[in-house]
């Protein structure tokens, strides 16, 4: 697994740990801790977290323009992993959201989520290129793919811790203040604080049921236990922000210690630029060309698969929540399940891709992408037929009904496994071997910019997630999820048909 790989690789993965971290902890509590703190609708929360991961991808590109003109890559990282860092410190700080502090509170809490999208940007791109330059070497070059893997597995170890976090020190915080966890209580709290004695009877019956399970007084001031819960219930989520912020100093400690044995860039260039003749540059016009033209064909189909694959933090994340038993294990631990597949199965996968290699049937990357995109589509197919057969209504109409009877149509986590399995086969069809791919049929002018234009593919797909939650309130869930199946079935039909073309340019 390791042989033949370049030194730099594992330094350059851990170094990347502190950012998964923190990227996971936000997957898992950010539209579930912005409905309990604010009082959001989950559609809006959604949009809210639709922009803020957009925003992470998005502005990878800007962080690559900026490394390739200022050509100093390790000093953008370091820029990065500062600017989250701080953005993590201002959503450590538990403020109670008010009638009267909610507006400048929430945006405060927006510029927060704006810092760690931007200093993400700097970072996360620029690191995957200078990842991609260590395979530049000839010694190297055919270990691309591979080494990409294990890049991927080392990263996702932050991604498997952090989903626990959250929900552990929110519910040590609970438990000091005499309070267990619900999720379904928080936004009955707040609905009873904003209409009081308007609030519907079924509702409010449900809102007194809970109160008495968790450890409150339901014949009590009322409005003065939501606030407490409330206030409670959000602070150990806070609590959870100070963790990211220890991960981003380590990922920090790590890559100054270990930078000297990741490659420069801006020597490397200025080399380039003088073995070059301008009869050398016009030959390698054409190709250039035709590998950017392959390189935006990949960008479209990635844009609907992270469209799919990233619901596990909208309309996933709520699933878990409204639909699977969580008496206990807590919903946001269901986002540990993606990492932890991440890190059994690509042994698995980097051994299937060997072993087909050695038998001359090698596939190909293009064709790897599109196998991917038809293994997300399983996922769907899967979760599409259960939710039709166990005749699941709308999150909306679920929601409303009587605890008990709501509790009784509940599944077994063992759906979330099956889900997560054939997602995370899909991801590691895709994600490593797409970035092996760029890094691949990139000019070496412009690797972080052109790292910047993946991740800017995935930005689009994530402007996009807070359609799932739409629908998934709107209608039977299983509607939802046919449409993501849609989705995947078509992109991988469309790579299908590319992949000639796509393996031609590439060789």
């Known amino acids: 697994m390791f042989k033949n790989q ?9 170094s990347n740990m502190g950012e998964r971290f923190g990227y996971y902890i ?7 801790f912005l409905c309990s703190k604010f009082g959001l609708n989950e559609e809006t929360s959604a949009i809210i ?10 502005l990878s590109l800007v962080g690559g323009l900026i490394a390739d003109k200022t050509q100093n890559y390790k000093g953008t990282i370091i820029s990065g992993l500062c600017i989250m860092t701080i953005g993590y410190i201002v959503l450590a700080f538990p403020i109670f959201a008010t009638a009267d502090n909610q507006t400048w509170l929430l945006a405060l809490t927006c510029a927060a989520l704006f810092l760690i999208a931007f200093g993400n940007g700097l970072f996360k791109g620029n690191l995957q290129a200078m990842v991609g330059q260590l395979y530049d070497n000839p010694r190297y070059a055919s270990q691309r793919d591979s080494g990409f893997q294990i890049f991927y597995v080392f990263i996702n170890i932050g991604g ?7 929900p552990m020190l929110r519910s040590w915080w609970l438990g000091e203040n005499g309070f267990i966890y619900n999720a379904s209580l928080p936004a009955l709290c707040h609905e009873y604080l904003s209409v009081t004695d308007s609030m519907n009877s079924q509702n409010l019956n449900n809102l007194y049921t809970l109160v008495t399970e968790v450890g409150g007084n339901a014949a009590g001031n009322l409005s003065e236990f939501c606030t407490t819960y409330l ?8 609590y959870s922000f100070i963790a990211s912020v220890a991960a981003m100093l380590l990922s920090l400690g790590i890559f100054l210690a270990t930078k000297s044995q990741l490659p420069s860039p801006s020597k ?4 380039e630029t003088v073995q070059y003749t301008a009869e050398e540059k016009a030959r390698m016009a054409k190709e250039i060309k035709q590998r950017m033209y392959a390189l935006f064909a990949v960008l479209g189909i990635a844009i609907f698969f992270w469209f799919s694959f990233h619901q596990n933090g909208t309309s996933l994340s709520l699933f878990a929540r409204d639909f699977v038993k969580t008496d206990s294990v807590q919903p946001e631990i269901w986002q540990a399940l993606n990492p932890f597949y991440v890190i059994v199965l690509t042994p698995v996968v980097m051994w299937l891709f060997s072993a087909l290699s050695r038998r001359g049937k090698e596939i190909s990357t293009p064709r790897k992408i599109a196998i991917g995109m038809g293994l997300a589509g399983l996922a769907y197919i899967f979760l599409a037929v259960f939710s039709l057969i166990e005749g699941y209504p709308s999150a909306e109409a ?3 009904l009587p605890p008990a009877e709501a509790e009784m149509m509940k599944t077994g986590p063992w759906v979330l496994f099956v889900l997560y399995f054939f997602l995370t086969v899909a991801e590691l069809f895709i994600s490593p071997l797409g970035l092996s791919f760029v890094s691949k049929v990139a000019p070496k002018h412009l690797q972080g910019l052109c790292q910047g234009l993946w991740l800017g593919a995935t930005a689009v797909g994530n402007l996009l997630l807070w359609i799932g939650p739409l629908i998934y309130n709107a209608c039977p869930i299983w509607v939802a999820w046919t449409v993501f199946l849609t989705v995947c079935v078509v992109s991988m039909g ?14």
Do not use: D, Q
Request: proline residues 5%; charged residues 15%.
């Open 26 to 32: 936000m997957n898992a509590v950010l539209v579930l």
């Open 160 to 166: 498997l811790i952090a989903p626990f976090v959250a």
């Open 49 to 58: 977290y639709s922009c803020f991961y957009a925003g992470i991808y998005v």
């Open 494 to 507: 469309i790579m299908f048909s590319m992949v000639n073309w796509l393996e031609r340019v590439t060789k």
């Open 268 to 271: 490397k260039a200025k080399e």
């Open 398 to 400: 679920f929601k409303a």
């Open 6 to 14: 370049p030194k730099g690789l594992i330094p350059a993965a851990l």
């Open 231 to 238: 206030n409670v219930f959000n602070t150990g989520i806070h």
